[in-house]
């Protein structure tokens, strides 16, 4: 008899035996999923300058004029909140967890604005459609904005164009491009957003520079 039930339990364990694999399986890939999940933290990065303010001592603005800032123009490559890292000189990858906090498009039309309204160059700097045409545009092409990594070590990449177009003479009356790749002490993505942003600042500083030159001079 007890023969008869050994035989017969043997039996029903082969017929459900692919059940209990598959049951098996499913659990696994679930607990793994959720170990995953709990691991993984996307992480962003601001792009950000600190303001520069000219000395009130200056009562208005050097131009009566208005301008106008025209939204970023980025390579197809960078423009998204993708961060892009260059191993090759021909191939990029972008980075699976970590990205910028604003799109680049808004983040370098808006530093434009802050930096030129705090310099009291114009008498009015908007991105937004105003009501009378302004004579300037201020305009930004980027090129690169990108990490390289290269033999080990990482860099910070941009390359942009800023451009101050006058819609009068229907030509660019001032320009600044520059092309920098500054090493980094560590492989530290927050160190690369801090030193895009320093040599973004550092750039529009020059660029607006150049503005108070062209106007002084009575163009």
């Given at each position: ?8 339990m ?6 459900y ?17 959720g170990?995953?999940s709990?691991?993984v933290?996307?992480?962003y990065?601001?792009?950000?300058i ?41 191939e990029?990858s ?12 808004d983040?370098?039309s808006?530093?434009m604005?802050e930096?030129l309204q705090?310099?009291q ?5 908007s ?7 302004p004579r ?5 092409s980027?090129y690169?904005l ?6 080990g070590?990482l860099?910070a990449?941009l ?6 177009f ?9 320009e600044h491009?520059f092309n920098r790749?500054e ?20 750039e ?16």
């Open positions: 008899m007890n023969l008869i039930n050994n035989i017969s043997k039996i029903s364990l082969q017929r035996k692919p059940y209990y694999l598959f049951y098996i399986l499913a659990g696994a890939m679930l607990f793994l999923a170990c995953s709990k691991s933290i996307r992480k990065y601001l792009l950000e600190n303001p520069q303010i000219v000395s009130q001592t200056e009562q208005k603005p050097l131009s009566p004029d208005l301008c106008e800032i025209v939204p970023a123009d980025i390579a197809p490559a960078y423009a998204h909140q993708r961060i892009a890292v260059r191993q090759r000189s021909h990029i972008y980075y699976q967890y970590h990205e910028w906090a604003i799109d680049p498009v983040v370098f808006g530093v604005r930096h705090n310099q160059l114009f008498e009015q700097v991105d937004v459609v105003l009501r009378s045409i300037f545009q201020a305009r930004t980027v690169q990108e990490a390289v990594d290269r033999d070590d860099y990449h390359s942009v164009r800023f451009l101050l006058d819609q009068a003479l229907e030509r660019p009356v001032v491009t790749m090493p980094l002490k560590e492989r530290d993505l927050n160190l690369f957003a801090a030193f895009i942003s320093l040599m973004l600042q550092e529009l500083t020059h660029f607006s520079d150049k503005i108070r030159r062209y106007l002084v001079s009575g163009n």
